[in-house]
């Protein structure tokens, strides 16, 4: 049905129109179908216009009031609301509320006889199954979503992240190198970078790219402060990793944010607690998945002891990120990267890290 309510309110004002101007009925009959058919179409867009209110509580950029525009969205969803509507609600919903009420209307907007609508709702259904847990589903979604001629940052963003969730490592480089010479790339396909890095153990180079990015354009969404979190934990610096998970609460998350804010302010709790501290640390230290799984590490059942220390002891010395010999990448703003920074050759490492994870 919610497909044919445009066509319903097109042909009510047509009706509407044609009977008040051209038929010889009385003025109260006239006016008395005016009125039924104001009140058809106000029913009928009420959806759409849920989603306009909310919309514009979003604008304000007011966290107090996000629970509120989560409720009027997932209402609008519920109700029925025009295809592009549902799928921006959709979206926000899913990141916000209740995912299964936004998966059913990205399942019915991914069948639109509209390419542009059919393609975005693929890229955010995509991310319905990646919270689901169901990896090969979200990548299916995502390179359908990429022939159906969508391909945005936020596309290939996802892509990158479910191959490395595979651990398909050449894939992944193959398919940032695509974004990059198509010009698109974006402060989250550095943080990508970042992932891959993590991924093959290379913190000092996951930290330099991740300072690179918070030196040039402090990024906006709280995935590049999870994973700069975890670098920093990888040195036994807890006081600096507590304070990139702080910043991470103030930024909007999106589905590839890999924790929820509970799950953030979990986290912090369980670093800033003395009794705790180490357990935490060697938690995310031993699960390097992390870095592109949500969720938060399972925590070990051993015996630990206590630590108040802001940098423990007996982890590798902190590297200086900013010095310029840990990447090759030029030192340039992040929008105006090239194809040329970023090398995809497949290295004689890079095999043999395939084959280790080749499952």
């Not at 629970?67 to 029925?80: D, P, T």
């Not at 974004?179 to 991924?199: E, H, P, T």
């Not at 991470?248 to 998350?253: D, G, I, Q, S, T």
Request: neutral net charge.
């Amino acid at each position: 049905m919610r497909k044919y309510r445009t066509a319903a309110c097109v042909l009510i004002v047509f009706f509407m129109v044609a009977f008040i101007f051209f038929t010889a009925s009385s003025p109260e009959a006239k006016l008395i179908l005016f009125v039924i058919s104001l009140l058809l179409l106000l029913v009928l867009n009420r959806g759409n216009a849920l989603y306009t209110k909310a919309a514009r509580i979003i604008a304000r950029k007011n966290t107090a009031e996000r629970e509120k525009a989560v409720m009027m969205m997932e209402k609008a969803l519920q109700i029925g609301c025009s295809e592009s509507n549902t799928v921006s609600a959709a979206t926000f919903v899913l990141q916000h509320g209740n995912i299964e009420t936004a998966g059913k209307g990205l399942e019915e907007a991914s069948k639109s006889s509209f390419r542009d609508t059919r393609g975005k709702a693929k890229a955010a259904l995509s991310m319905y199954y990646w919270i689901k847990g169901d990896v090969n589903k979200a990548l299916d979604l995502a390179e359908d979503a990429k022939r159906e001629k969508n391909k945005d940052a936020a596309l290939y963003v996802n892509l990158c992240t479910y191959y490395l969730a595979k651990n398909d490592k050449k894939k992944y480089r193959a398919t940032l190198a695509e974004a990059v010479q198509n010009k698109i790339i974006n402060a989250s396909l550095v943080d990508i970078q970042a992932i891959y890095f993590i991924l093959s153990g290379e913190y000092e180079k996951a930290g330099a790219t991740l300072e690179r990015l918070m030196q040039q354009v402090r990024p906006n969404t709280s995935a590049p402060y999870i994973h700069y979190a975890m670098v920093y934990l990888r040195y036994g610096h807890v006081k600096d990793a507590v304070s990139m998970l702080k910043e991470a609460l103030e930024k909007p998350f999106s589905n590839t944010s890999l924790l929820s804010i509970d799950e953030i302010e979990s986290m912090v709790d369980g670093l800033e607690n003395p009794e705790t501290r180490l357990m935490w640390v060697d938690a995310v230290n031993s699960n390097r998945m992390m870095a592109v799984r949500p969720g938060l590490p399972k925590l070990k059942n051993a015996q630990y002891g206590k630590s108040s220390d802001d940098v423990l002891p007996g982890y590798p010395v902190l590297p200086d990120f900013t010095d310029p010999s840990i990447l090759s990448i030029r030192e340039e703003k992040i929008d105006e990267y090239d194809s040329r920074e970023i090398d995809t050759d497949l290295t004689k490492d890079d095999e043999a890290w395939l084959k280790k994870h080749d499952h």
